[in-house]
Structures are given as structure tokens and as C-alpha cells.
């Protein structure tokens, strides 16, 4: 009886520590939301994406209460490329939040990404976090964000509020 037990128990350990991981490997619906706001400015910079293509940015200036919009559509292969990105960063295992160590103040210009896909959701958001700190799914997906908004020139010319500063992101690997 006792060997019975101790053998049941022994699978039960194999067959516990062997499970597969679920993983996606493909997405049919997604929405990436990438904003950028200050508490203190009321600024808001809103970046939108969804699977047909459409690209559309928001920015509300500071101490305004209108928002001027952007709309664009990508290119089949800038966005079967973001997708990718997309599908990799859903499949990673991240933290929430990344903050600075020197000031976790609460009115820092904080950066919110959430990528919602019809199989998982994903929010993270970042307080003037070092890009070393961040894991590489969430570097190449900012960094092709920074590269959308070069290419497809979505960056409505207003000035930045005091404390912000824009910056491109690079995967150097």
C-alpha cells in the first residue's frame, strides 16, 4: 500500500512539473492603446491601433479641453509586423508597472500601453523607466510604436509640457 502511495505521488510531481505552456501564435482581433498623459498638465497623448490597419492619435494639449485627431492606415506589412510584436509581447511574462527608483511620484508623465486580442488582455504602464529595466517583448513593441510614429508622421506639432521629453527607442540586439 505504501509503495502504491509512493508511486501515485511521484506521478502526480512528474506530471504537475511537465504541464506545456499555453502560447499565441496567432491573433484574428487586436486594439493596442499606447498613452501617453500628466496628471498635472492634463496633457494626453492617445495612439490607437486595431487589426484592419487603422492608426489613429489623439493629443488633448495642456490645460486644454479639445482634442486634435489623426488617422492613418498601415501598410500590409507594418502591420503583419506590429502583429508579430503584438503576439510576442501577449505571450511574455511582465510586471504591471515599471518605475523609477529616484521618484515614484504619482503626477510623473505616465506612459499606459494595453493590448487587448480576442484570446488575452495585457496592461502595463511606465514612470520614466530606464529601457535596460524593461524586458524585450515590451522594448520592440515600443520601439515599433516610435518607429510608426516617425514613418507615418502622427505626432500633431504642439510642444511638449515641461518634464516630457520624446525619445525613440532602438533594439540594438
Known sequence: ??????IFLLSLLLLSGCQKKFEIEDISTFELHYNIES????????LQLKETGELRVEIKPPLSDTYLCSINYLSD??????KLLIVDLLNSEIKNEYTSELNEATDLPCITLNVKSNIKQLETRLYQSNESD???SLRNIL???????????????LLLPEGFEDVTIRNLT
Open 1 to 6: 500500500m505504501k509503495t502504491t502511495n509512493l
Open 39 to 46: 496628471g498635472w498638465t492634463g496633457y494626453v497623448y492617445d
Open 77 to 82: 506589412d507594418d502591420l503583419m509586423n506590429i
Open 134 to 136: 524593461l524586458p524585450t
Open 143 to 157: 520601439s515599433s510604436i516610435s518607429d510608426l510614429r516617425l514613418k507615418y508622421d502622427l505626432d500633431i506639432d
